[in-house]
């Protein structure tokens, strides 16, 4: 799987949008972005994944650039609540990756929306 | 509640022990994943079963083990404990076939073990 780049911190103020920038420059044609976060402690939790399209859901929006080398997960208003680790990882979905489907985690970004 | 079981959530216990953590996957899912994070670590994968058997190795220590049973719940053994094992101990699931792209991988709200 490619390797992932994120700041290692970022802070946001309540109620305004988060933007978390994620560098995968190595991605190949069948890696999909994914992002986790962790609030302190607990399991990680799903966020939103997508291939090349930008994708939306009720957590978040995934935006994918065109050459697909970097992409922002946008938080649109960010709460105390989202104050987290957000993980981006890249993960081979081809047939040719094999049954080892494990997602590989890096060192995040820690997120911390201010009052 | 993610629907991936973890218990005990605590366990304080004596170096040299031997322990057991229990997951049950989510309903469904064939694969099961466990992940060790040390105190101001990442998330470390360790091993991960598909249908009971065994289908990738990370960074898993020899003292440590897992196995999945026919019901698909997963044990994590850890023996001979050393106080660098205390750590959260994260079970996670998924489908573990192409649906994974649809369902993804699930996480459960951890073990925290202590060894003192």
């Known amino acids: 799987d490619a390797k992932t780049t994120q700041p290692t911190s970022m802070d946001c103020a309540e109620g305004r949008a988060a933007n978390l920038p994620c560098n995968h420059s190595t991605i190949s044609g069948n890696e999909y972005v994914y992002w986790y976060r962790q609030i302190h402690s607990q399991g990680p939790q799903y966020i939103i994944h997508g291939l090349k399209n930008n994708e939306t859901n009720e957590m978040a929006s995934l935006i994918i650039t065109?050459?697909?080398?970097?992409?922002?997960?946008?938080?649109?208003?960010?709460?105390?609540?989202?104050?987290?680790?957000?993980?981006?990882?890249v993960r081979d979905h081809s047939p040719s990756s094999g049954s080892a489907r494990q997602l590989t985690f890096g060192s995040g970004t820690q997120l911390t929306v201010l009052p | 509640d993610s629907g991936v079981t973890q218990t005990p959530k605590h366990l304080i216990t004596a170096t040299g022990q031997r322990v057991t953590l229990r997951c049950s996957p989510r309903s469904g899912d064939l694969s099961v994943y466990w992940y060790q994070q040390s105190l101001d670590q990442g998330l470390q994968f360790l091993i991960q079963y598909y249908n009971g058997e065994e289908r990738a190795k990370g960074n898993i220590l020899e003292r440590f083990s897992a196995q999945q049973f026919p019901d698909l719940h997963s044990e994590l053994n850890l023996s001979s404990l050393e106080l660098g094992d205390s750590a959260l101990y994260f079970c996670a699931s998924s489908p573990g076939t192409g649906l994974t792209l649809l369902y993804g991988y699930t996480f459960g709200s951890g073990t925290r073990l202590t060894v003192v």
């Open chain 1, 66 to 89: 065109e050459d697909r080398k970097s992409s922002t997960l946008i938080l649109p208003h960010a709460t105390l609540r989202d104050t987290a680790v957000y993980y981006c990882i």
